[in-house]
């Protein structure tokens, strides 16, 4: 059974998906999941929870707290960052974001659109992270920022 691609330290591919953003924020994960769809996310639950690992959620890793967005060496990091689809339905009047999406990507595939959103003002962070409580909202948003 694959889920999603799995990274263990020591794979080549292991500090590239991990780069060191923070050294206080982005703590060394012992795993990587990273999920590239919903079922993926179910099934990693299903076992880190049935294991009781340690494990966080990264959406796109902006929160600045320690551990909130990444696990120390005895734990499973679940990445979405590839759970960042961006699709509209046929008349474009509603929009399917991935969380692993970040603001700039959504802005960018909106402004397409001639459309936009309130969302975060730095380009970079997440779309899940935001959503669920993430701060600075900005309400009048524009390409400036
Ligand atoms: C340098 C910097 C600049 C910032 N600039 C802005 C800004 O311009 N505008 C703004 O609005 N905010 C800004 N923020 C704050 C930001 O909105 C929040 O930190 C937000 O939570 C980041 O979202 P993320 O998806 O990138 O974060 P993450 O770090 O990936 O996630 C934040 C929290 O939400 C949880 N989480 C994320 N996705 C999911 C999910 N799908 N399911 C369950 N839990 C999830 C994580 O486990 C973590 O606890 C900034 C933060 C930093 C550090």
Redesign the pocket.
């Known amino acids: 059974m694959e889920i999603g691609s799995t990274l263990l330290r020591g794979n080549v591919c292991f500090n590239k998906i991990n780069p060191l953003r923070s050294s206080d924020c982005w703590l060394p994960a012992a795993c990587i999941i990273k999920a590239r769809s919903a079922m993926d996310v179910a099934l990693a639950l299903l076992i880190v929870t049935t294991v009781h690992a340690n494990f966080?959620?990264?959406?796109?890793?902006?929160?600045?707290n320690s551990g909130?967005?990444s696990v120390g060496q005895q734990g499973v990091l679940l990445d979405?960052g590839e759970m960042n689809q961006i699709t509209f339905n046929e008349d474009n009047s509603q929009a399917f974001i991935g969380?692993g999406s970040t603001w700039d990507e959504v802005y960018g595939a909106l402004e397409a659109i001639n459309l936009t959103v309130a969302?975060?003002?730095?380009g970079g962070?997440?779309?899940?992270?935001?959503i669920?409580?993430?701060?600075?909202?900005?309400l009048f948003y524009c390409s400036f920022h």
Do not use: D, E, K, T
């Open positions: 966080a959620v990264r959406s796109a890793g902006h929160n600045a909130f967005s979405l969380p969302g975060g003002r730095s962070v997440g779309v899940g992270g935001l669920l409580g993430g701060s600075l909202q900005s």
